[in-house]
């Protein structure tokens, strides 16, 4: 009976198909009807996805889902059902839904419920096998960042993923009958008066008391992380706290792995005369403490004194709840709970617990294409000893060669620096090209017979064979389907890892820096050089192939290094359907590798269906404004965050339309462009920075037909630098016959009428894009344009957005403020409304060129066009006013 529950609850919930991890994360990012919609689940089967949205936009009412019937005397409710068949725990919904997602999305949705501070799987029953699964994968991702205390004042912080660090684990088990409300009670135990969280699902929480069916067995884990300040932390020292669903007596299996890897465990029964053999563990290492209630009707002083000799359990280490004394008795636990983990020198790595798991528990990582996945991933970065050497010697294309490479390639449509012999400057720019061909000659040891004018330039790019380590990365990227994806990630979490230990000095120098307003613009620039030739992620790879492509397009079309490389840009576009970012514009040289980046959208036109069309969403803002966050709050996609580094250029990401939306919004794909943060110390420190940010607005503003403007409302001077550049890159762009749609978002508003009560602000802003506007037009020399409406579709009611900040409380403790995420998906919204009616904000003449190639979006094909026109374009300083055959290209797209 009990093997036929699981399959009984998922043919309930309408998951019966998609048992054994047929769902993945493409499916539920996908935008369909109810992306948008704000009715309550009508039925069991809607229960999954409703939960499902609100959990990947990091929503902290996620698990308060109602099920509401057209008939009331059929109440099915995730919360208040009156007949409990038909109402489902969250627990057993939560465990459910692991049950039948991809590993993909289980590590997804790991890391969106500990941002909401929910308590994660650690042991996943399964009732079907009798066996339960130790989640390590899932939680693999999960990059946690606290400042412990110091008895020598050290105020250093510690950032690594969780499964990493030594952190010793606290069980709290029930064995028999409790009066006490263990769960309730471990929230209290990891709250403040002044910020309590629902970690773990209680029994007075919406549909908590509805008795579970699939979830006992079912260990959760949360972690408690210090800030650093005393009158805060509730513990100096960071601690997991593990918590068993059920009766402990009939789960031996996972309390004998409690016993083995926790530094204390704590009991609460008040069957003191029943079956506590579950206790006498052998392989134990655990201090054991016993939590009774002497209100309970079985409370005998005497047979608690025979238990503890029984089972020896100190006499200290009894903690008993007396009358009404809920916060003596929470303090009491803590005070255990504190000295448990300061005595104890018992801290073991969550990775470390899967030798122990082993015997009799699933351990999920051990399956073939994880294990192979991560063998090819050691097979690159176990090598690494030096970051910057390893660059230098296994991805030595696209560094200062393809940075001088691009800059040439600037200066000759830009002709900045020639003076009245232009011819000169000329020869002594072919000179340059020359030169910098030998150089690379001899760093690939390749010899090119052609000495063209097209090959010059990249013939030390040029080579007949690539590195040992992206030999290894292309074989693991042309792995199959689940082997594939294990590869990228690992290989992802294995650099983070090694970026961020090699990288932690320079970034607190770093920040000191950018602090200190007095500190030589020289020193901040260094730094940021250091950091870049530091940091290693999978983007340099993908750099690295972009090279080898295009240094292989130089050569002649029979030479075999050519013909070697035509596969990669498919490989790189079956990334983005797999839904990595993949870079746009490469940050370090501020370029794009054109010929790579063509034939990848090629590529991916022909792999998704060459009738597909796109939409495109794009990002503008200040560094560290949260633009990135506000993307992976939105869609639920991966954006970096978390490795410590800002976005650099900019990465663009696919997200799938569905079927039945694809009429609504005009196309079948949404690609949403993420860029570098505007007033990066890097740039910031080059006389040139303000051209940069000027052409990457152009650049992304020109290929999207949404742009979405990001502001800190507490920087006001910072917002009128961005407004400067965004007006330019809008009157650019109205040249071109585009005229297209902006959306204002103002972050950190906290006041819940700020819509209201900035409506004068509103008109401010107003009155200075207006300003703004007239100044950038007499520069460009286009004095027609005296309002920021003649440029762009802006509607100062409709497009302002104000948005909370993300964090609810004091971080790393802090869930994700509920506020954030509601405000967050009322943009969503509107971005999705305003998608379905992209063409009223062009011109008529760029519609009725679009109308010809039919409604909605553009191809892949016709987007890398423009793209392709735009890019040459921008490297011409006043191509936008002079060049009238651009703005006949513009039609075409």
Known sequence: MIAELLPELLSTLGLGDLHGGKLTLSSVLEINSNTVSDKPAQSLEQLPWTFLRKLMM????????????????????????????????????ITALFHCSDPFLQQEMVSKMSMCQFAVPLLLPNCDTQQSTLMLWAMRDLVKK??????????????????????????????????????????????????????????????????????????????????????????????????????????KTQMSFLCETSAAVFIFSD???????????????????????????????????????????????????????????????????SGAIGNSPIKMKVEDMAAVARHGIVVDEDCTECTNGRANAEGITGRIQDVVEFKEDQLPLHGEIW??????QKERFRMCNADKDKEGYKSSLKTKKETLRKEQQETAGYKSSLRTKETKLREKQQRTDVSEAMGKFTAG?????????????????????????????LREKYKDCCRNTSQNKEVIADLDEQISKCSLGPEHFIRELGQIYECACSLPENNPARQQVQNLPALCAQMLLDGFPVELVDGDASNIPMKWIKEVLTQLHQLVDTKSKIQVLTVLGV??????????????????????????????????????????????????????????????????????????????????????????????TEMKDILQIVVHAFLRMKEVGKKPRCLFVHQNVSDMSAHYSNM????????????????????????????????????????????????????????????????????????????????????NDAITEKMKMGDGGVTY?????????????????????KNKEYTRSYGNF
């Open 861 to 881: 094909s016709t987007w890398t066009h423009f793209l392709h026109d735009l890019l040459k374009q921008l490297l011409h300083e006043d191509s936008f006013q």
């Open 477 to 505: 990227i042309s792995e199959l389907g689940t082997q594939r994806l294990y590869f990228l990630k690992w290989l992802k979490i294995q650099l983070d890892t090694l970026s961020r230990h090699n990288l932690f000095q």
């Open 623 to 716: 560094q560290g404004t949260g633009k990135s966050t506000l993307l992976n709050t939105m869609f639920g996609v991966q954006f970096a965050v978390s490795s410590g580094r800002c976005t650099r250029g900019a990465f663009m990401l696919l997200i799938k339309v569905s079927e039945e939306l694809r009429s609504e919004l005009k196309c079948d794909f949404i690609m949403v462009i993420d860029t570098e943060g505007f007033k990066s110390p890097k740039l910031a420190a080059l006389d040139t920075s303000y051209e940069n940010y000027n052409k990457l607005a152009t650049l992304v503003i020109g290929l999207s037909d949404i742009t979405i403007i990001n502001i800190a409302m507490e920087n006001n």
């Open 58 to 93: 990091s929503n902290l009412y996620a698990r308060n889902i109602k099920c509401e019937h057209d008939q009331p005397m059929y109440n099915c409710s995730f919360t208040d059902a009156k007949d409990d068949s038909d109402a489902i725990n969250p627990l057993d919904l």
């Open 146 to 251: 606290f400042r412990p205390h110091s008895p020598a004042g050290d105020r250093t912080f510690v950032e690594g993923r969780i499964v990493e660090m030594d952190i010793p684990m606290v069980s709290f088990v029930r064995l028999g009958e409790s009066s006490l409300p263990k769960s309730q009670t471990l929230n209290k135990l990891l709250s403040t008066p002044h910020q309590h969280n629902d970690t773990f699902v209680h029994c007075d929480m919406e549909g908590g008391d509805v008795p579970r069916r699939i979830s006992d067995g079912l260990v959760e884990v949360s972690w408690y992380l210090p800030c650093g300040n005393t009158n805060i932390d509730l513990f100096t020292q960071p601690v997991a706290i593990a918590n068993l669903r059920g009766d402990g007596r009939l789960s």
């Open 403 to 408: 940075k001088q490479i691009s800059q040439t």
């Open 760 to 843: 004068r602000d509103r008109k401010k802003l107003v009155e200075q894009l207006d300003e703004m506007t007239r100044a950038a037009a007499k520069m460009e020399k286009r004095e027609a344009n005296t309002k920021f409406t003649d440029v762009m579709d802006y509607d100062p009611d409709k497009d302002s957005h104000y948005i909370p900040g993300l964090w609810h409380g004091t971080p790393p403790m802090a869930p994700v403020n509920a506020g954030y995420s509601e405000a967050v998906y009322e943009l969503k919204k509107t971005l999705i409304g305003s998608l379905q009616t992209s063409d009223d904000v062009m011109t």
């Open 271 to 337: 069957d003191l005369e029943g079956d506590l053999s579950t206790l006498n563990n052998r392989e134990s290492r655990a201090e054991l403490f016993l939590v009774t209630n002497s209100q309970s009707k079985t409370f005998n002083m005497e047979t608690l004194r025979d238990i503890c000799m029984k089972h020896k359990v100190k006499e200290t280490n009894v903690i008993i709840k007396k009358k009404k004394k809920d916060a003596e008795f929470v303090k009491a636990l803590r005070f255990h709970v």
